[in-house]
């Protein structure tokens, strides 16, 4: 019975050590798609604001 209950523990604690990678891999996996996405909107924005800008010197040399 020793034996079984080690082996039974040795079991265990893979399951458990494979859960734990498994989480962290998803930890992982949420922490890059929410970087990309964040870098996607802040392109998104940053192109907004550069194609903004430059209508507005345009309008104002049209003026001039």
């Not at 020793?2 to 893979?14: C, G, T």
């Not at 929410?34 to 040399?61: E, F, G, W």
């Amino acid at each position: 019975t020793p034996l079984y209950s080690s082996a039974a523990s040795d079991v265990y604690k893979r399951q458990l050590l494979n859960r734990g990678e498994i989480a962290i891999r998803n930890i992982a996996d949420l922490a890059y798609d929410l970087t990309y996405d964040l870098t996607c909107a802040l392109s998104y924005v940053l192109t907004y604001a550069l194609i903004y800008a430059l209508t507005k010197v345009i309008q104002l040399k049209s003026f001039n």
